[in-house]
């Protein structure tokens, strides 16, 4: 007799979260190969959302022009380390949510230093 084992999905997810995990229902059969494909698939698309908006927040706020090999080393670490962060945080707190902001405001303050440089290079060229 084979038993089945049933993975509870919370129903009080944050925005992002529900949207990957929406078709799953309450209860996650991982005896069912169809439910445990929708469980990982949600998972992994959750988890390339917090890449984009980490990449992005970190491009935007602290990025540095640094050689092709350590900013390689940089992205291969930040990929791991956000796989851990979504697999512990991702369904609990508003991580992608919270990554998104995150990014639009560092965005803005960069298009808005940029700007002001321009505006400064071109007030001592006049002078």
């Known amino acids: ?26 209860e996650v059969n991982v005896a069912d190969e169809g439910e ?3 469980l990982i698939t949600g998972f992994m698309l959750l988890y390339l ?10 491009k935007f706020g ?11 080393v940089i992205y291969i670490i930040l990929i791991i380390g ?13 991580l992608a949510e919270s990554l ?3 990014a639009v405001i560092m965005g803005v303050y960069r298009l808005r230093l940029s700007q002001e440089r321009k ?5 001592k060229a006049e002078q």
């Open 82 to 94: 956000t796989f851990f962060l979504t697999l512990i945080f991702g369904l609990n707190l508003p």
């Open 36 to 38: 445990m494909a929708s």
């Open 62 to 72: 602290f990025a540095k022009k640094l050689p092709p090999l350590k900013s390689l």
């Open 49 to 58: 959302t917090v890449v984009i908006f980490a990449i992005l927040a970190y």
């Open 119 to 123: 505006h400064n290079n071109n007030k």
């Open 100 to 102: 998104f902001i995150i």
């Open 1 to 26: 007799m084979q038993r089945e084992t049933v993975i509870q999905v919370p129903d009080n997810l944050w925005p992002v979260a529900d949207f990957f995990m929406s078709g799953l229902g309450g």
